[in-house]
């Protein structure tokens, strides 16, 4: 309850509202201990060498960036964010503030590699038939993102965080329920795909949405090194969702929390009035 309370205080209307206005001065303020550095548990049997992260992110998403670069910094080794020089609007991105993200990890102490991998977003492309896979111009460029940012994974991963931006680990939690997981046992098992259901923030007038949601994806490498192999499941309408949607149950571990608790926060509308507009 304290972690999801400090974390709304952070992200409240009021502090997003200055967070945006005073962008450059935020930054320079940020410290560690608004980012929630420290952690007391220590993981006995998680290798976090094993786990990659893949994210597509943009300048509307600054605000969550800091709190999920340090949580990511606990369980992935590398994290890799991949951008385009423009808005799916077809406005190009503010390069200054751009600039500032790709310097938050060395301005917060990270230990894991954060890399910046660039995209390109063809406003020409119908689509709805780029590929014989069901489309829509909402779901294509951002599944595209993922299918180029998985060459940039290191080769020694075994997994993949597949996360959005405003989609915050609970990085303890999760360190705690990794340990008791055995890893080696779900490489025996062909287990793909691990789906985690989180917290979703400001759907219903409420904090948390009764019903959670479970669109947060651990992808096995026999997936995404093959990923030639498994366009269908890589661009579709499904997003990320088809991970687990298509894929045999019985390759699959589903809805997985921890002491009844969700491990992830989908902070989805918390953002400015503008800001929900164009996320519509």
């Not at 996360?163 to 008791?180: C, G, Q, R, V, Y």
């Not at 902070?267 to 996320?279: F, G, H, I, P, Q």
């Amino acid at each position: 309850l304290i972690y999801i309370l400090n974390i709304m205080n952070f992200l409240s209307f009021e502090n997003l509202q200055n967070y945006e206005n005073e962008f450059e001065t935020y930054l320079k303020k940020l410290t560690k201990v608004q980012c929630y550095q420290d952690i007391e548990y220590t993981p006995f049997k998680y290798d976090k060498k094993m786990v990659n992260a893949l994210i597509p992110i943009t300048v509307n998403d600054f605000r969550f960036l800091p709190i999920l670069m340090n949580q990511l910094d606990f369980i992935c080794s590398k994290v890799i964010f991949i951008y385009s020089e423009y808005l799916f609007n077809q406005q190009k991105q503010d390069k200054e503030k751009l600039e500032k993200i790709f310097q938050l990890p060395q301005k917060l102490g990270l230990t894991s590699k954060f890399e910046f991998v660039k995209y390109e977003i063809d406003f020409n492309v119908n689509e709805f038939f780029v590929s014989k896979y069901c489309n829509s111009p909402k779901r294509y460029w951002i599944n595209k993102a993922r299918m180029e940012g998985i060459d940039y994974i290191e080769k020694n991963a075994k997994w993949v965080l597949l996360i959005d931006s405003d989609e915050i680990p609970d990085s303890e939690n999760f360190l705690k329920w990794a340990d008791t997981i055995n890893w080696n046992d779900l490489e025996k098992k062909n287990i793909y795909t691990l789906n985690f259901e989180n917290y979703v923030y400001f759907w219903k007038n409420c904090y948390i949405k009764n019903e959670n949601e479970n669109s947060i994806v651990l992808l096995n490498e026999k997936v995404f090194r093959n990923k030639d192999n498994y366009e269908s499941l890589f661009i579709n309408e499904f997003e990320r969702t088809v991970f687990y949607k298509f894929i045999p149950e019985d390759y699959c571990m589903m809805n997985i929390k921890f002491d009844n608790k969700c491990l992830f926060h989908h902070y989805s509308w918390v953002r400015t009035l503008e800001e929900m507009k164009s996320k519509v």
